[in-house]
C-alpha cells in the first residue's frame, strides 16, 4: 500500500532509530527496506524491516556513511525513497544530490538547501531549541524542546514550562526552500543557530507533544503533499512531552551482549488515555553490541498534560530495568527525570 505515492523506502540508518522508522513504515503500509554491514547481519533493525541490502564492511565510512552504496542499495532494492535517518545522513548534501540524480525520492530538504544550511549534518549542540516540520505554508507543529546533555549528546529533551516562544527568524526557513522536518538550535537571546534534519531523539518529543507520526510527516512533504490532517488544536491542544536516550557505558572499543530486556518496544497509554508512552529498543536479548557504532541501546518518550507526568511515566519505563548484560547510563537518566518530575527548569545541573 502507497503512502503519499510512495511505496516503499530505503532506512538509511541503524539502532533504535532505524527501528522507529521501520516500524512507522510497517504501521503506514510502506515496504521499509534496511541496510547493514557485515557485522550486522542480524540486527534488530534488519529482523524489522521488510526486505535488506548489505552495505558493507565494518567501519561506517564503508557502509553505513558511503554515499554510493547507500544509494546502490536503494537501486537493487527497488525502493522508490530514501529516507535518511541520522542528522549526519540526513544533512549530507551530496547524499541528497545522488539519490535525485538517481531519480528517487529524497526524503528530506532539498540538496542546494542542505549545502547552504545543514550541510554538516550535525545535531544542535545548544541547550535550547525548536522542532517543526517546514512545508510551502510555513511551520507546521513548532515545538520548544530544552535539553539535558551528556559529552555533548542531547540524553534527555523536554518541552519546557512555560512554552518558549518561537524565533522570529523560523518562517525563514521555509522561505529558503528548507521542506521537512527541522531541529534548530537557539541560543541565549532567542536566535536561531544550527539547523539539522533526521530523526534526532527530538523528534519523539515532537511527536508526542502533537500527537503525530514524524515518519508519516516526512513523506508527505518528500511527496510533495500535505502534511496528514490531525485533530484540531481545540480538541487536543499541545501537550507536554518528555524523550529520553538509554546508552551503553562499555568503554569505547569494546564489545558487549544484551542478555536481558531493554525497555520494551510498543505504545502505553495511561488509565485516563492522557498519558503516553512510546519506548523503541535497538536491541533485543542475545544480540551482540559491536562496538563499531554508536553505543545508543533504546529510547522512551512520553506524552501527558505536563511535564512533571511525562517525566515520571518516561522514568517508570526505565526504572528497575532488569540485568541488560551491559553497563548503561540509566540510573544517571532516571535521576535526571526525577528531578524534572520535581519541577526543576534546570535538571542536568
Known amino acids: 500500500m502507497a503512502q503519499h505515492g510512495i511505496e516503499s523506502v530505503l532506512v538509511a540508518g541503524r539502532g533504535p532509530a532505524a527501528c522507529a522508522v521501520i516500524a512507522a513504515c510497517s504501521r503506514l503500509g510502506v515496504k521499509a527496506v534496511a541496510v547493514y554491514s557485515e557485522v550486522e547481519r542480524s540486527a534488530?533493525?534488519?529482523?524489522?524491516?521488510?526486505?535488506?541490502?548489505l552495505l558493507g564492511p565494518a567501519p561506517a565510512t564503508e557502509s553505513y556513511l558511503a554515499v554510493d552504496r547507500i544509494v546502490e542499495a536503494a537501486r537493487r532494492?527497488?525502493?522508490?525513497?530514501?529516507?535518511?535517518?541520522?542528522?549526519?545522513?540526513?544533512?549530507?548534501?551530496?547524499?541528497?544530490?545522488?539519490?535525485?540524480?538517481?531519480?528517487?525520492?529524497?526524503?528530506?530538504?532539498?540538496?542546494?538547501?542542505?549545502?547552504?544550511?545543514?550541510?554538516?549534518?550535525?545535531?544542535?549542540?545548544s541547550e535550547h531549541g525548536l522542532l517543526a516540520l517546514v512545508t510551502?505554508?510555513?511551520?507546521?507543529?513548532?515545538?520548544?524542546?530544552?535539553?539535558?546533555?551528556?559529552?555533548?549528546?542531547?540524553?534527555?529533551?523536554?518541552?519546557?514550562?512555560?512554552?518558549?516562544?518561537?524565533?522570529?527568524?523560523?518562517?525563514?526557513?521555509?522561505?529558503?526552500?528548507?521542506?521537512?522536518l527541522v531541529t534548530v538550535g537557539v541560543d541565549e537571546d532567542g536566535e536561531l543557530g544550527e539547523v539539522a534534519a533526521g530523526f534526532s531523539l527530538d523528534m519523539a518529543?515532537?511527536?508526542?507533544?502533537?500527537?503525530?507520526?514524524?515518519?508519516?510527516?516526512?513523506?508527505?512533504?518528500?511527496?510533495?503533499?500535505?502534511?496528514?490532517?490531525?485533530?484540531?488544536?481545540?480538541?487536543?491542544?499541545?501537550?507536554?512531552?518528555?524523550?529520553?536516550?538509554l546508552r551503553s557505558t562499555l568503554a569505547p572499543g569494546t564489545a558487549g551482549r544484551v542478555t536481558g530486556r531493554l525497555p520494551v518496544s510498543g505504545r502505553r497509554s495511561g488509565a485516563t488515555g492522557q498519558t503516553e508512552v512510546v519506548a523503541v529498543s535497538g536491541y533485543d536479548p542475545g544480540d551482540r553490541l559491536?562496538?563499531?557504532?554508536?553505543?545508543?541501546?533504546?529510547?522512551?518518550?512520553?506524552?501527558?498534560?505536563?511535564?512533571?507526568?511525562?517525566?515520571?511515566?518516561?522514568?517508570v519505563a526505565l526504572d528497575g530495568l532488569p540485568e541488560t548484560g551491559v553497563p548503561h547510563d540509566g540510573p544517571e537518566v532516571c535521576a535526571v527525570l526525577g528531578r524534572l518530575a520535581a519541577g526543576d527548569p534546570a535538571p542536568g545541573a
Open 44 to 53: 534488530r533493525h534488519v529482523r524489522l524491516a521488510d526486505d535488506a541490502v
Open 77 to 125: 532494492s527497488g525502493a522508490g525513497a530514501v529516507l535518511p535517518v541520522p542528522p549526519a545522513l540526513a544533512g549530507n548534501a551530496a547524499l541528497a544530490a545522488e539519490v535525485a540524480a538517481a531519480g528517487l525520492v529524497w526524503v528530506g530538504p532539498p540538496a542546494d538547501v542542505l549545502e547552504r544550511l545543514g550541510g554538516d549534518g550535525v545535531e544542535p549542540a
Open 136 to 180: 510551502d505554508d510555513g511551520l507546521r507543529y513548532p515545538t520548544t524542546v530544552a535539553r539535558d546533555r551528556a559529552a555533548g549528546i542531547a540524553r534527555v529533551s523536554w518541552t519546557p514550562e512555560p512554552p518558549g516562544d518561537v524565533p522570529a527568524g523560523a518562517e525563514r526557513l521555509a522561505e529558503v526552500g528548507w521542506r521537512g
Open 205 to 245: 518529543v515532537l511527536e508526542r507533544a502533537h500527537r503525530v507520526d514524524a515518519v508519516d510527516l516526512a513523506l508527505a512533504a518528500a511527496a510533495g503533499r500535505r502534511a496528514p490532517r490531525r485533530v484540531s488544536r481545540e480538541e487536543h491542544p499541545p501537550r507536554a512531552a518528555v524523550a529520553v536516550q
Open 290 to 315: 559491536d562496538p563499531w557504532y554508536d553505543a545508543l541501546l533504546a529510547t522512551v518518550s512520553a506524552g501527558a498534560a505536563d511535564t512533571a507526568t511525562a517525566a515520571r511515566a518516561a522514568g
